[in-house]
């Protein structure tokens, strides 16, 4: 998870892992190579981005959007085969958009649309196993916002999708978000940023305190486990009187 205020570079962070940025200083690696190394075709297969919005041009079906992560898996001038549209439909059916593959990507709901764009991330990543069989070996998924704008329903459904990707089909997922209760709930561990700067960095439990939250964002919360879910619960109080 990547926590920070407005302006604090989280999404640049996410640019610069996945390669859509360059780094001024340093580098950023990859299964201990540098991220320069690999052409874009192969970084592709190896991880995929949701941004925050979507924008189409056209009006796409649902199994459409889904195929457009397939890209990077076909050759010049070759269009998607029955095994892509098994892929695409498999990404499909582990977001739990599988019967809405013929809908307009339109007509969707917000927490539809953010599923459905991470099914097509997911068929990016996803490869086959076997004939029948697909998964995804040591697959990274970078995700800016991914709950943003959703009502309480579907967050919960979108941060049920991604730890089940974590668990189920070996993701790697970096969150960068705003949702401090998302963040404790779903992250093993933590980047807090800062005006460009780590401010602090670990595991969740150890990193996320009612100090933390007071230093970078300036707000006073109630920061405890909660026993019923299993998580830290923050609870914003009032703004700190130093802020």
């Given at each position: 998870g990547v926590l920070g205020?407005?302006?604090s570079?989280?999404?640049?962070?996410?640019?610069?892992?996945?390669?859509?940025?360059?780094?001024t200083a340093g580098y950023v690696r990859l299964d201990k190579k540098d991220l320069s190394t690999f052409s874009r075709s192969v970084l592709a297969k190896k991880m995929a981005f949701v941004t925050q919005e979507t924008h189409l041009a056209f009006d796409y079906s649902v199994l459409e959007i889904a195929?457009?992560?397939?890209?990077?898996?076909?050759?010049?001038?070759?269009?998607?085969g029955p095994t892509d549209i098994k892929i695409a439909r498999e990404a499909l059916k582990i977001t739990g958009t599988r019967d809405l593959e013929n809908r307009p990507f339109a007509s969707?709901?917000?927490g539809?649309?953010?599923?459905?764009?991470?099914?097509?991330?997911?068929?990016?990543?996803l490869q086959t196993s076997t004939k029948y069989e697909f998964g995804i070996t040591e697959g990274l998924l970078l995700?800016?916002?991914?709950?943003?704008?959703?009502?309480?329903?579907?967050?919960?459904?979108?941060?049920?999708?991604?730890?089940?990707?974590?668990?189920?089909?070996?993701t790697t997922i970096v969150v960068a978000t705003h949702d401090l209760n998302l963040a404790a709930s779903l992250c093993d561990q933590l980047i807090l940023l800062r005006s460009g700067h780590v401010l602090k960095e670990g595991p969740t439990l150890?990193?996320?305190?009612?100090?933390?939250?007071?230093?970078?964002?300036?707000?006073?919360?109630?920061?405890?486990?909660d026993e019923n879910s299993?998580?830290?619960?923050?609870?914003?109080?009032?703004?700190?009187p130093n802020a």
């Open positions: 205020p407005n302006g570079g989280k999404t640049t962070l996410l640019n610069l892992l996945g390669g859509l940025l360059k780094p195929l457009m992560g397939r890209y990077p898996h076909l050759g010049p001038f070759q269009i998607e969707l709901s917000g539809e649309k953010q599923r459905v764009i991470i099914a097509s991330a997911l068929a990016q990543l995700l800016d916002e991914p709950t943003a704008a959703l009502d309480l329903r579907y967050q919960l459904e979108i941060a049920a999708t991604l730890r089940s990707l974590n668990k189920n089909q070996n150890k990193v996320l305190s009612a100090e933390t939250v007071r230093t970078l964002y300036n707000v006073e919360a109630d920061v405890r486990f299993g998580y830290l619960n923050i609870t914003p109080i009032s703004k700190s």
